[in-house]
């Protein structure tokens, strides 16, 4: 079944306390992102990769970190996560940026106290 | 302020009703795609639309995009419970080509 992995799906952590959500995609798919969903906020780009080994900051990149070392994998990560990084996270993937609609992951609730 | 707007924030309607959600552009939108998702689950996409005028359906949910206006509206016939959930607008748009951009959302509810 061609979908998008994340895991995990529900976290919850300590501020300072490194963390990493994965990603994975089995479409062969160019294009992943990261996406944080806040109330009144809505859905808003961390960072985001156009191929293997190309990254780039989105809206809101402050915080995280990503790496694009195979073109299925995309993990963002939390060197040193506050309470305000506290959100629901989804990882996308499409063919490429105008292909189509993103395929989204399941969703990460991560709570940092 | 919000590059795409989306309107009602949040709809109730009887089940049987018919419906419509609007989604509005500030900016030249290159390609409208809308998405539902359930409370706190991922999104899952229900519809691209790419040309001024182009018209989908499936099956009881239909979108148009006016692309003179820069809006794309989303329609529901005989809405039923399965159709509650977050109705999401996302757009590519001028500028800002490296990703969608989303609209905050419509709550649907449906009552029985």
């Known amino acids: 079944e061609a979908q998008v992995t994340q895991n995990p799906r529900y976290l919850i952590t300590v501020t300072g306390k490194k963390l990493t959500v994965t990603c994975s995609q089995n479409m062969n798919h160019e294009y992943m992102s990261w996406y944080r969903q806040d109330p009144g906020l809505g859905l808003r780009q961390i960072y985001y990769s156009m191929n293997v080994e190309v990254t780039d900051k989105g809206d809101v990149p402050e915080g995280y970190k990503v790496s694009r070392k195979e073109k299925r994998n995309f993990p963002l990560i939390l060197e040193s996560p506050s309470p305000n990084q506290t959100s629901l996270y989804f990882c996308?993937?499409?063919?490429?940026?105008?292909?189509?609609?993103?395929?989204f992951g399941s969703g990460t609730r991560l709570t940092v106290v | 302020s919000q590059e795409l707007e989306q309107s009602p924030q949040s709809l109730i309607v009887q089940e049987g009703k018919n419906l419509t959600i609007n989604c509005t552009s500030s900016k030249t939108l290159y390609g409208l795609y809308w998405y539902k998702q359930k409370y706190g689950e991922g999104l899952i996409f229900l519809m691209m639309l790419q040309k001024g005028g182009e018209e989908k359906s499936h099956e009881k949910i239909t979108a148009k995009l006016d692309e003179k206006k820069q809006q794309s509206s989303l329609h529901i016939t005989a809405s039923q419970p399965s159709h509650a959930g977050i109705y999401l607008c996302g757009a590519v748009l001028t500028g800002t080509a490296s990703k969608l951009t989303f609209g905050t959302g419509t709550r649907l509810q449906v009552t029985l």
């Open positions: 996308a993937s499409s063919l490429w940026i105008r292909a189509g609609g993103y395929t």
